[in-house]
């Protein structure tokens, strides 16, 4: 199958000596890339979001691990800094941990190098494997729709939820692509249309509030999402407003599919009740495109994430296979240590 | 009860000779005005939004009748621009039919003036009305979300579902209210939290996607929206979002409330499957705040209104009373021609 055609984009590319990132807080407006040389600017660009996405922060952390190597900085200062940039993603712990333990067994710069490469490198296959699997849950002719970005921006390349849209449009099992604009962020808008657009996809943006009516009128066979982290029962977190696309889903027998590397799998957490739910700052829904829209004086209510209960999930898809209806008990079977 | 001390805008006011219209295209960033003093002022204020919500455009439609019969324009013109300025507007057509039949009678400038002013007082009093019907289903310390605008912007004054929201805020019911954006145009972000703050309510802004979330916190008793059309069995067309609110609220045994005066529903429209849904230009997604966000080439699905069936409705309510549980039967007992 030709998926090289649907996926041309690479946000994370590792130079020799440095990491060039596409710097996604300017897209669509601008393709600018940040070249970074230390450990300490991996840092920065993961807490600034210039890269973002669960599995491309876990690469760009791994990089600058190398690239704290090469520069003989302290190992543990970097890994510590690297780990704090973004405290809740948990593939940049699973990456770190990785890395960390090369460096703990003597690995040199080019040891370290091949580390981070194989991260990378086997992010993007187990995409395209989960683009497979996932694909194949879909029948010919389907509409899908999507939240957030979960896409080659997000990842090595290919994507999670958005590597099943690819790998389902090559296969031409899906014949219209929606997107929500995901709100607050717009990442939908502004990164999830922009890979669609550069590939060829053909896709509609929605308002995130259009979506029940847009299943209502027949339009979507299935909802498909990442995960920013799953718990061992199936509840998983992912962007706020993946839950309200989950309930309106079950509602109209729209199927619901969460597709994210097992990484993002937390079998020490029970069930969603035992994720926190980060809050954002109140000024992300009172400023847009840097314009004050809110009067003076008002309160917001800003949460990141949600929880989708496993209940309304009809399938996860990692690259160890698919568990559908998922359950504690399919969940331990699949990802018990 | 002191409802004056929550009810302080007043967007559509007659001045002698001129309508003098609060602009809404530039709250809350302005408080400007406009003077319109021929009757195709009002029709362009109309078109281009300048007023908006559709008692208050059935309001400046009638007093645009006022001014063609000052100015002495042909009334069958007037009255088919003003029609024609939003044409799904079902107060625009009632208001105007009103005005039509007293033209037709005979009335002279005043008496067509008195006519306008008492459509004016009678919405007020009907949002007074509607507010206290609504509130006393409202247990003390309750959370209530709405969406989009129908407090004193949309209206004489007071508003209708955020007259409700009024009345229960004075009334001790309601402890805290949050507002969803309501993208794309941001009616609830830049105008009901504009209300609100001026009225000194507690109010927290929301994601539109992030309802869901809160429901599930606990944190809201009841969802309370306006509405556009309520076709005869109950079926409620409301600007877009509420639909997905709807079956939030259903999921998670909140309570949801339509409130809208008589003159918006509709006995000639049998269900909602006979409501046209108007669609917008998809430049309403791309750009935001004048700032395109959207990559070039992108497309867009941007229906301006959903369906929510009359099932997931717990009340509406009108100035004749609440129907509880709305069906056929109950909306032809109260509505009946």
């Known amino acids: 199958m030709d998926y090289d055609r649907y996926d041309h984009i690479r946000a994370v590319q590792w130079r020799g000596d440095h990491l060039h990132l596409l710097d996604q807080r300017r ?54 800094d690297l780990r704090a940039a973004r405290p809740t993603a948990v593939n940049l712990m699973w990456a770190l941990d990785r890395m960390r333990a090369r460096h703990a067994a003597g690995a040199d710069a080019a040891a370290l190098a091949a580390e981070a490469q194989a991260i990378q490198d086997e992010d993007l296959a187990a995409n395209r494997h989960m683009g497979e699997l996932g694909a194949a849950l879909i029948a010919s002719g389907s509409g899908v729709l999507t939240h957030c970005n979960t896409g080659s921006l997000a990842t090595a390349g290919f994507g999670t939820a958005l590597g099943v849209i690819r790998a389902g449009v090559a296969q031409g099992r899906i014949a219209q692509v ?73 509602y109209h027998g729209v199927k619901f599919m969460v597709v994210a ?19 954002r700052d109140p000024e992300e829904l009172f400023s847009i495109a840097g314009k004050r829209v809110v009067v003076a004086g008002a309160q917001a209510w800003n949460p990141v994430f949600d929880v989708t209960p496993a209940a309304l999930i009809d399938a996860i898809v990692t690259e160890r296979g698919v568990i559908e209806r998922p359950t504690a008990q399919a969940m331990q079977a699949a990802f018990r240590a």
Do not use: F
């Open 261 to 279: 590397p097992s990484s993002t799998v937390d079998m020490a957490t029970a069930s969603g009740d035992a994720i926190a739910i980060e809050m």
């Open 27 to 80: 897209l669509p407006q601008e393709e600018c890339w940040l070249d970074c040389r230390q450990a300490a600017d991996v840092v920065q660009a993961i807490r600034e979001l210039a890269v973002r996405g669960a599995p491309a922060i876990g690469i760009a952390a791994a990089w600058g691990v190398v690239l704290a190597g090469r520069s003989g900085t302290d190992m543990d200062t970097a890994l510590a």
């Open 178 to 250: 929606y997107a929500g604009e995901t709100r607050p962020w717009q990442q939908g808008a502004r990164l999830t249309m922009y890979e669609l657009v550069r590939d060829g996809i053909a896709a509609r943006l929605i308002a995130d509030s259009a979506a029940a009516h847009l299943m209502k009128t027949g339009a979507v066979q299935w909802v498909i999402v990442g995960a920013d982290r799953i718990a061992a029962n199936g509840d998983t977190a992912n962007k706020i407003g993946t839950y309200q696309l989950a309930i309106a889903a079950k």
